[in-house]
């Protein structure tokens, strides 16, 4: 099963060379390969993950969780990207920048700052901002957020689930709610995420 949240590809679409360049399983030259080679780590990743209550607010637990989810798939799973993207901060702030959302994280949390829904939804915002990865940040940093919510013992989002039979839509909520965050408007992402 995709998810929603994520692009949608023709699972037909041969990868490139640049898009194949990191990756493990040699058998996988389409795009729905791929997807489902992620996919199937991801869930053997939640498994783990969801075990038992974890420290999400530091960069070994935050750089291990992206190694679990896409570590049988890509090399490079787990390491900060080195080069820019379109996206993100500049590669060489990304370690700054992650630990100043986890302390400020934690700060949050010591003096409830905010709600923990909104903790959380801040959090992940932040985290796709910096967009530490290669690839997978969106993926990386719901599922963060997630077992940030957990490790506050609140339930899960639902990242706009209720809409699921149109994932475009959904996409394009989730990708509005990111951008007004951008600009500190906090109100769709609050909504997406419950719904």
Avoid at 49 to 78: E, I, Y
């Amino acid at each position: 099963m995709s998810d929603p949240l994520e692009p949608i590809d023709d699972a037909s679409t041969p990868l490139d060379g640049d898009e194949r360049d990191g990756l493990i399983p040699s058998y996988i030259t389409l795009r729905g390969e791929l997807n489902e080679a992620e996919q199937a780590n991801i869930v053997k990743c939640e498994e783990w993950a969801f075990a038992r209550t974890r420290n999400v607010l530091s960069q070994k637990f935050l750089n291990d969780l992206h190694k679990r989810m896409f570590g049988s798939v890509w090399k490079w799973a787990g390491v900060f990207r080195k080069s820019g993207k379109n996206i993100g901060v500049d590669a060489y702030k990304i370690s700054q920048d992650l630990q100043l959302l986890i302390d400020d994280c934690q700060y949050w949390i010591d003096h409830d700052t905010y709600a923990p829904d909104e903790i959380a939804a801040r959090f992940h915002h932040r985290l796709v901002y910096i967009h530490p990865y290669a690839n997978g940040n969106g993926r990386h940093a719901r599922l963060a957020a997630d077992l940030l919510l957990v490790s506050m013992n609140q339930k899960r989002f639902t990242w706009g689930r209720v809409n699921l039979l149109d994932a475009g839509t959904t996409r394009a909520s989730y990708i509005q709610a990111l951008r007004a965050a951008d600009h500190l408007d906090y109100s769709f992402l609050m909504k997406f995420v419950r719904s």
